[in-house]
Each structure stands twice: as C-alpha cells, then as structure tokens.
C-alpha cells in the first residue's frame, strides 16, 4: 500500500525553502504539511500565511495546514482562498465544528479532522461522516522531536476498525519514525507526517530517506 508521506514544513530549512520544496518534490513526497498555531490552542508560533503562499507557489503537490489555532471557523477562507488542498482544524479549538467542516467541503477542498492526545473517539464519532481525513496527534502538538505517546495507540485501532462505516482516511502526526512508519503501514493507517524524526535534520538526501520508508 503506498502510504502518504506528508512533510511536516515547520522541521524545513526555511534559509532555502524553495531548494527544499523541490528536493522534497524530487524525492516524491505526497502532500506537503504546514504546521500553524497561535501561541494561544498551542504555546507555540511556527509557520504563518507567507510561508504557505511560498509553500503553494512553489509546487503542484497537495498542501495541507493543519490548523493548531483558536476558532479557526472564522479563519478557514484565508487558507483555502491560497489554494490549500486540505484543511484540519482541531474540535477542541472550534464552537462550530460541523459548520466549518461542511465550510471547507462546500468549496470543493477536503475536511480534516485533527484530535488531540487527550481527545476520545466517543466525543468525536457526530463528526466522523464529515471527514475526509483524520490526524491523530500522536503527541501533545506544538513541537517537533517528542516521543511517541503509545496511549494514541487504542484510538488509531479504533479508527482503523471504525473506517468501515466511514470514508476517511487515517494520518497520524508526531514522532513518526520509520519504525512506527512501519508498524501503523503493515495496520493499515494511510499517512504520516514526516519531521525530525523520519526526514528533517538528517544526514541523507531526502529522495534517499523517502525511498527508504516508501519500502517498509
Ligand atoms: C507537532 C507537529 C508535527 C511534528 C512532527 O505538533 O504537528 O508535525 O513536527 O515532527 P517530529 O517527527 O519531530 O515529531
Ligand atoms: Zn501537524
């Protein structure tokens, strides 16, 4: 199965962002993953709407942000005005999940749905028909190069046998290494998001690396 390889952009080198889109195009990657957050959902800023222009102006490749701000209903348009292919917003950070999910459906993108660690599937399951994609934060989001929190596991077993009802897809986000790239493969789960702990930071070429988790 070929999963989808999303690289986390906020882990680029943003001194040579255009030399990095195409390295990471060249090496094949699927949907181009950009990190927003507000100090405020997290205590962390990290990629802002310059940087998704640049992102989108450099390749034809999909491109996703994952919305890791308050009420991101009332920003949503900003995004999908630029050409961003997918959309997550968080339900812990929106008043009005099902109306912003429809929002982003209604202009033709896809709706994802992003939850965090603590964050069950039972609160959720009302939103599950609307989703085209699920990122199961597989750490507190925020920060790159955290450990795994193998309490995430129960959920993405759940998801994963739930899929049936439903048509979304499954990307877990956070400590993706190849290992857990290729345990969650052989599971079932579509896509990861690829930062310090699969891609960024490394000493080989990305086409060596993407290649490399392409075969496990
Ligand atoms: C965490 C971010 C992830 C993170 C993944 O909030 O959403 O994209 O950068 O990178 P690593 O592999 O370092 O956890
Ligand atoms: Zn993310």
């Known amino acids: 199965m070929k999963q989808l390889l999303c690289p986390s952009m906020m882990c680029a080198d943003f001194g ?24 405020q959902f997290v205590p962390n800023m990290t990629m802002g709407i310059n940087d998704v222009k640049t992102i989108r102006a450099c390749t034809d490749t999909l491109v996703d942000c994952h ?15 630029m050409g961003v292919d997918l959309l997550y917003i968080h339900p812990e950070s929106e008043r009005y999940v099902v109306k912003t999910l429809s929002h982003i459906k209604s202009r033709g993108k896809l709706a994802g ?8 599937i039972e609160t959720v399951r009302e939103l599950l ?6 990122l199961v934060m597989t750490v507190s989001p925020g920060f790159a190069g955290q450990a795994f929190l193998d309490l995430t596991r129960k959920k993405i077993a759940t998801l994963l046998q739930m899929r049936r009802e439903y048509s979304y897809k499954i990307v877990i986000d956070g400590a993706c290494s190849p290992e857990i790239i290729k345990e969650f493969t052989r599971l079932g789960v579509d896509g990861f998001v690829l930062g310090t702990s699969a891609l960024f930071n490394k000493k080989e070429e990305y086409s060596t690396l993407i290649e490399r988790l392409r075969s496990l």
């Open 16 to 39: 040579n962002l255009r030399k990095e889109i195409g390295d990471l195009d060249r090496a094949g990657v699927d949907i181009y993953h950009c990190d927003i957050m507000d100090g």
């Open 113 to 120: 749905l992003a939850i965090n660690p603590d964050t069950s």
């Open 67 to 81: 919305l890791m701000i308050e009420n991101p209903g009332e920003k949503v348009d900003w995004f999908l005005d």
């Open 129 to 134: 028909p609307l989703a085209d994609y699920i």
